[in-house]
């Protein structure tokens, strides 16, 4: 049987890729670089996956006309013929599709239990509807990599490989874990969510990984990755280029207030420039890695005596954790991520990555999925120093980062890969210094050494980062000087919005933009305006997703340029939704927005039109990038435009940071009539019911009471408009504002529901005041009642349907069944070292038919420890927190499965706080139909959450438990 070891860590005329997908593609690109990301001419009907490019002319597809139902739980999928809209969404939403990973182009993933064959296959926008293929699962060439660690290169000598699990949305680990249980040998490392997603990252016999595309739940595997090490003047080259010109110092910018997480090797706090405090959450074992003193004190490391031991940003603070490593017991890189987060940081720096690989993998995902649900962070990555970009590189939302040279040859390259990414981003984003540049020390008190690399680059744009988030905090925009009551917190698209548009040109590198300096190296005094600068700053927007925008959306904004004295920059970048898991080498942007900006003549530049590095007319739109910029070097004097265009938005909705630099005067603001014009076109086409409460498609045992919440504000709702299986509701609750019009939520209720079988909902069209085009009345949706969720006695037929399971034979549903055996194995509870525990009592177990036969479980990496009694004692020498099972199996042969833990604490040692959840009566199952089969062996690490069902779980160290042997019960 397995193991389950849970140390828990989620271009200028020139032929080139674009995308290769498993099939080598090549297109000519006429202008320049960036022109790569132009719309291509692809089939409607293709879906560019990891594993190949597939037609869907070519596939099955679903005999909708013809079925009966869909199977509940199972992963299909849907091509539109057309990019998503908010109305299609929310049609499909009400039918009772549910939407999970979209895939390009056009697609989604798709749950379709709740929804009637017969309604999708009335959907003109739908293209094709099929399952989800097995050969889509597994990663092209898996096992194939070659590795430089012992640890890995001594797992592919005995045949065995690390891959990475993710699961279709919806899906949790237990099943799954259950499977991989079975296969001998297997070692689970983690379970986690990542971007929606269940993910588990497990060691197996390279013979045992086919297996898991026959698993229902699995929707990819691939390999995991292997991560190492990327490995004075820096100051003023990245703030001013002009020698100990420090104006952002000088304005009072060094980091205070600010913090920065980093992800390296243990820094050594001994050395003078990380005075006790300077650090704040040091979460690792104490060491003194040269790679991690040097990386964190170049970000923000402060002693006034020696210019080399000063950081950028020196009056920062960090939190600091190592990377992910299956090898220490740590942590993921997304609850790594989470943790700096929780502890204060919004930037995160990392010199570190896997330079096997150039796949949009779940390393990229997890970066990606981070920053878009945590709108507020900025994180940047060292590009690798190999000739080309690996990973995480290939990550949408990261900054990337290559090394320039020292003084005085800072415009020419000095390491880092070249581009593009795998699917034809533009990457690097931008340079800054990073050749023998000098910082502290490790194993010196105040010793200095020098380091070159990407790592040096990407810690110097860290520390400038933690500078520009600092300057909008403290209220500095838009006078150029503090002010409180400017302040406002940038959202990461912003910073980077901000650090992009600061870059210069490399004018020792040719082709700019291009894929070995990005957009140029770090010039932060390009961007920051400060009080009596000739070079303003406009920030023109600033828009989280929860008030962003949808497919076809658009917004304008006005500026006035005074003169043409001063360069003229626009940069839009947005924070992409993570792309679906088996991405691979394909197109990985999920949402595409379009930069157009206008000249007071009515010249019309698209983001990433170049040519010779300054924005040309008469190109076409950028599809492969989430950031888009416009360079002219002497823009006219006059009111410009610069108008954000929602091309697609497959994942809703859509927020993004748009703003501009050069010598502007009065006149920054938004086009608010034009604006106010096109969203009220919108409101005429989309008046629909947006959501409902329960979720449409839902199985239900009983329905009181329906909330429904509209697209737009209405007004004069009634209660007869709402018709449950053509009857009308009685009662209404409506909003205190609704007599102005409210977009809700509307409570329907006092309708009559069935026990069982299918409730049709529809909204009555012609009778709201303000739907004239009646599109209400294509509102509807469906719920299927199960009579078992209310509690009602069923009969036979009920039984032999199939809507519930009868383990001990009395006519009545497990579920709904009080005599059936229930598991009892107690509330979570917390101890200290030393004491003893009984476990069970009277309520261990309740139901069934008695006598019962007990047997308690201590789950652990090294084998479980079983006692077949009611009542054992358990005495822990060792801090942690212990997961004990229970099974409780009655006369009839019925079983229960319930879990619990206990937390030991060590009351000498400072731990963080626990987080518990009661797994009692988690698992039920009979002799003949067991929900869990054989034995499931968990084990949970300090400071760490292992995810089951969505919830979280800490863990004990198993180096520290193999070692005592210190755990029993008795």
């Not at 304005?251 to 704040?280: A, M, N, T």
């Not at 989280?544 to 970048?573: I, S």
Request: one cysteine or more; glycine letters at 10%; a negative charge.
């Amino acid at each position: 049987m397995a193991t389950f070891y849970t140390k828990r860590r989620s271009r200028s005329g020139r032929l080139r890729p674009l995308i290769r997908c498993a099939v080598p593609m090549i297109v000519i690109v006429f202008g320049l670089h960036v022109a790569a990301g132009r719309e291509m001419d692809d089939d409607a009907r293709t879906l560019y996956m990891n594993t190949g490019l597939v037609d869907t002319n070519n596939l099955e597809r679903l005999p909708l006309r013809s079925l009966i139902t869909f199977e509940k739980g199972k992963s299909y999928v849907i091509q539109l013929k057309a990019p998503m809209t908010r109305q299609i969404r929310t049609v499909l939403q009400s039918a009772g599709v549910r939407l999970m990973d979209y895939l390009p182009r056009n697609a989604y993933i798709v749950e379709l239990g709740g929804v009637s064959p017969e309604v999708l296959a009335e959907f003109e926008f739908v293209q094709w509807a099929g399952e989800y293929q097995k050969d889509w699962k597994l990663e092209p060439n898996l096992g194939g990599r070659q590795f430089v660690t012992s640890e890995r290169e001594a797992l592919t000598i005995a045949n065995r490989v690390v891959v990475t699990v993710t699961l279709f949305q919806g899906k949790t680990s237990m099943p799954t874990l259950e499977t991989i249980g079975a296969v001998e040998g297997a070692v689970v490392h983690t379970v986690e969510e990542v971007g929606g997603n269940e993910v588990i990252t497990v060691t197996l016999p390279n013979a045992a990984v086919p297996g898991l595309a026959d698993m229902d739940d699995v929707q990819y595997v691939e390999e995991y990755p292997e991560l190492t090490y990327r490995n004075g003047t820096a100051r003023w080259i990245v703030q001013s280029n002009q020698t100990d010109v420090t104006p952002l110092y000088d304005h009072g910018l060094r980091g205070e207030g600010q913090i920065v997480g980093v992800l390296d090797g243990p820094p050594d706090q001994r050395h003078c420039s990380l005075d006790e405090g300077k650090i704040l959450f040091y979460n690792a074992p104490d060491g003194n890695d040269f790679h991690g003193t040097h990386v964190v004190c170049t970000i923000a490391g402060e002693n006034s005596e020696l210019d080399d031991t000063r950081g950028v940003a020196f009056l920062a603070n960090m939190v600091f954790s190592t990377p992910p490593d299956l090898a220490e017991g740590s942590l993921t890189l997304s609850e790594r991520l989470r943790r700096h987060h929780n502890q204060g940081a919004r930037i995160h720096a990392n010199s570190w990555g896997n330079d096997a690989t150039n796949n949009y993998d779940a390393l990229c995902r997890g970066f990606d999925a981070f920053l878009y649900e945590h709108e507020e962070d900025f994180a940047c990555v060292a590009a690798t120093n190999l000739g080309t970009l690996k990973n995480p590189e290939n990550a949408k939302n990261l900054l990337v980062v290559g090394a320039s040279r020292d003084t005085p040859e800072q415009d020419s390259y000095c390491s880092g890969g070249v581009g593009p990414t795998a699917d034809g981003r533009l990457k690097p984003d931008v340079c800054a210094p990073g050749c023998e540049v000098m910082s502290a020390a490790a194993g010196t008190q105040c010793g200095v050494g020098p380091m070159t690399g990407t790592s040096v680059a990407a810690s110097t744009v860290a520390g400038v980062a933690a500078l520009v988030r600092q300057y909008f905090v403290d209220g500095y925009y838009p006078g150029g000087k503090p002010d409180s009551t400017n302040g406002f917190v940038p959202s990461g698209a912003l910073i980077k919005a901000a650090m992009i548009n600061s870059a210069v040109d490399m004018d020792r590198i040719g082709n700019y933009p291009s894929e070995m300096e990005g957009w140029g190296r770090i010039l932060a005094g390009d961007v920051l305006y400060f009080a009596g600068d000739d070079r303003k700053l406009a920030v023109l927007a600033d828009i989280r997703n929860q008030n962003g925008m949808d497919t076809g959306n658009r917004q304008t904004f006005e500026f006035q340029v005074r003169d043409m004295t001063e360069r003229l920059k626009v940069t839009l970048v947005w924070t992409d939704p993570p792309a679906s898991v088996g991405t691979g080498t394909c197109l990985a942007l999920v949402n595409n927005l379009d930069l157009e900006v206008t000249s007071p003549a009515g010249k019309v530049y698209l983001g990433n039109d170049f040519f010779k590095g300054v924005s040309k007319t008469g190109g076409v739109a950028d599809a492969l990038n989430n950031v888009e910029q416009v360079h002219l070097n002497e823009p006219h004097p006059g009111i410009w435009k610069a108008t954000v265009k929602a091309a697609t938005v497959n994942v809703p909705n859509q927020g993004f940071a748009l703003l501009a630099t050069g010598n502007f005067g009065v006149g920054i603001e938004q086009e608010e009539q034009e604006y106010e014009q096109e969203h009220e076109q919108e409101k005429e086409e989309a008046l629909i019911v947006m959501s409902q409460e329960p979720p449409a498609g839902s199985i239900l045992g009983d329905l009181n009471e329906i909330w429904v919440t509209f697209s737009e504000p209405v007004k004069d709702v009634t209660a007869d408009q709402l018709r449950v299986n053509g009857s009308s509701a009685v009662s209404l609750e409506k909003p205190l504002d609704a007599s102005q019009g409210s977009v809700g939520p509307y409570r329907f209720s006092g309708f009559e529901v069935p026990d069982r079988g299918t409730v049709q909902v529809t909204f009555a069209s012609g009778v709201v005041t303000n739907d004239a085009d009646n599109v209400m009345g294509d509102s509807s949706w469906t719920y299927e009642m199960s009579d078992c969720e209310a509690d009602r006695p069923l009969t036979q037929q009920d039984i032999l349907a199939g809507v519930a399971q009868d383990c001990n034979g009395n006519m009545i549903p497990d579920l709904c069944d009080p005599d059936m055996v229930q598991a009892d194995a107690g509330a979570n509870r917390t101890m200290t070292t030393g004491e003893v525990l009984t476990l069970g009592g009277d309520t261990a177990a309740r139901g069934g038919s008695p006598p019962y036969l007990y047997e308690w479980t201590l789950l652990g990496e090294f084998g479980d420890e079983r006692v077949a009694d009611a009542n054992p004692t358990f005495n822990p020498t060792l801090p942690g927190v212990y997961v004990v099972k229970l099974e409780v199996t009655d006369a009839s042969g019925c079983s229960s499965t319930a879990l619990t833990e206990v937390r030991v604490v060590d009351n000498s040692v400072d731990r963080p706080p626990s987080t518990t959840i009661d797994f009692t009566g988690y698992f039920k199952s009979c002799a003949s139909r067991f929900m869990i089969s054989g034995s499931l062996t968990l084990m949970v690490m300090v400071v760490g959450v292992l995810s089951i069902r969505g919830r979280r779980r800490h863990r004990l160290n198993c180096d520290q438990q193999k070692k005592a042997g210190s755990r029993s019960l008795n």
